[in-house]
């Protein structure tokens, strides 16, 4: 599992080196990056905080190795709760105060604004959860996190189909296509969510 979600990283995660390399190695300003050359600040800390958000919170769901290391899980929540919410918070940063890049529309800044929202309150709630000691609603919220966090990847393979048959999508088709990811991430995060038997919630130490 933590392989398949790394490798479901790869391509935001590459990007996002490419985009901070533009920006720390004086790269031609172009009208696609002029926006992140103008405002850096809040695109490198999405993209930091996006990789070890999704490299990092991979080795989450590896429940052999977190039973080798009991302590890992909880040193890496401490990380990840913060570089998640940066994350968030800064994708819906861009999304309000960016200029729209090629593709963009009002319809997909307001998706963003919804899944950004989303998954900010996810990571809020889990964290809240297991403040409670309240473990089994810690892991659904947490995934649900994680699984809006991973969109990017997933939205490789949604635009990759329609792109080999029908060419570059226009405005109203990127957007659906960039909500085709998060919805079918979040779908995913349903199905692990739910996929076991409903049990009365956990608490440490009950």
Same mark, same amino acid.
């Given at each position: 599992m933590p392989a398949m979600l790394i490798l479901l990283s790869a391509v935001p995660v590459v990007a996002g080196a490419v985009r901070l390399t533009e920006l720390t190695g004086g790269a031609e300003i172009t009208p696609e990056n002029a926006r992140f050359f103008a405002v850096p600040l809040p695109v490198v800390l999405h993209i930091v905080s996006v990789s070890v958000y999704s490299v990092l919170g991979a080795f989450q769901f590896a429940p052999g190795f977190r039973r080798r290391r009991p302590g890992w899980h909880r040193a890496a929540g401490?990380? #990840?709760v913060p570089s998640g919410l940066v994350a968030a918070l800064t994708g819906l940063w861009m999304t309000v105060f960016y200029?729209?890049?090629v593709g963009g529309s009002d319809l997909l800044s307001?998706?963003? #604004?919804v899944f950004g929202t989303a998954m900010a309150l996810a990571i809020v709630l889990g964290f809240a959860a297991i403040r409670r000691r309240d473990v089994v609603r810690h892991r659904a919220w947490m995934i649900r996190g994680y699984a809006i966090g991973l969109g990017a990847g997933t939205q490789v393979l949604t635009h990759l189909p329609w792109v080999l048959v029908f060419g570059a999508p226009g405005e109203v088709a990127t957007a #659906? #296509?960039?909500?085709a990811g998060w919805v079918i991430n979040v779908a995913v995060a349903e199905w692990a969510v739910r996929r076991r038997p409903a049990?009365?919630?956990v608490r440490l130490g009950s």
């Open positions: 401490r990380v #990840l200029p729209y890049p307001g998706i963003r #604004l #659906l #296509l960039m909500a049990v009365r919630a």
